[in-house]
């Protein structure tokens, strides 16, 4: 597919095998949000196609979409409680059975924040309204999670901590994960591909240890090697 924004535009031939945790890599305006945008389905491509387990799903509504994409801020609804914004990745009507209850109070542990259930967005830190953020897209259970620079409000414990609870999710979901870092460390952490996207052309997934091993160009010199 290719898609025009302004000045820019993004060309993306390229398959992606379901259940791979892949890493977006690459220097700063070259298209990695871009990219995910498409896939979600919040910016149209001018020509070419999207397609899902054989689907062509280009026009498909974003709702519709077998997605769930997180960035990395701007998440949570201000005038919303915590467990209230993780609800909503269960039920958009917020009318929660007592199960539904018991399970955002299991996903707001499983991120660290038990008991912080009834804090509003702005009584909270960034690095906790971003745990928030991500416990709401891990109960959404959709196959396709993208993070777009998800942690770097967190320090770097905690930072490793969400990349392992990520990894152990997705992983027992068989879900997909594209994740965008700017830290290759984050992409040897967390994934086994990753797909580099310079320049406006986002190539093929290799697996991260063999492309990290032996960058090419563009890649050396975003990482400064
Ligand atoms: N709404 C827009 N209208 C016009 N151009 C845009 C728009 N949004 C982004 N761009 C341009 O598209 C290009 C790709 O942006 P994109 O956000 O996808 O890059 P990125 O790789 O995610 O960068 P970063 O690592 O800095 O987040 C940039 O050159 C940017 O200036």
């Known amino acids: 597919m290719e898609l025009l924004q302004g ?59 077998p997605v769930t994409l997180l960035f990395q801020d701007h998440n949570l609804f201000p005038h919303l409680s915590a467990a209230q914004n993780i609800g909503l990745g269960l039920r958009p009507d917020l009318k929660l059975s007592r199960t539904e209850h018991d399970t955002v109070a299991r996903a707001l542990a499983r991120v660290g924040l038990e008991g912080h259930g009834p804090k509003r967005p702005a009584e909270m830190s960034g690095g906790q309204q971003q745990r928030v953020a991500i416990a709401r897209a891990l109960l959404r259970d959709k196959p396709i999670l993208m993070l777009d620079e998800p942690f770097a409000a967190l ?22 994960l594209l994740m965008v870092t700017h830290q290759p460390e984050d992409a040897i952490h967390i994934s086994d591909q990753t797909l580099l996207i310079a320049n406006g052309k986002a190539h093929a997934p290799q697996e991260t240890t063999a492309l990290l091993a032996n960058p090419p160009e563009v890649l050396r010199n975003y990482l400064g090697q």
């Not at 390229?14 to 791979?20: A, R, S």
């Not at 320090?155 to 879900?175: H, N, Y």
């Open 155 to 176: 320090g770097p414990a905690l930072k490793q901590e969400m990349l392992d609870l990520v990894a152990e999710i997705v992983d027992a979901a068989k879900a997909t």
């Open 7 to 65: 000045e820019f535009s993004l060309t993306a031939d390229l398959q992606i095998e379901e259940g791979h945790k892949i890493a977006l890599l690459g220097p700063s305006g070259g298209g990695k949000s871009t990219l995910l945008a498409a896939i979600a389905g919040f910016k149209p491509p001018q020509s070419g196609r999207i397609l899902w387990r054989g689907e062509d799903i280009t026009n498909t509504h974003p709702a519709q979409r």
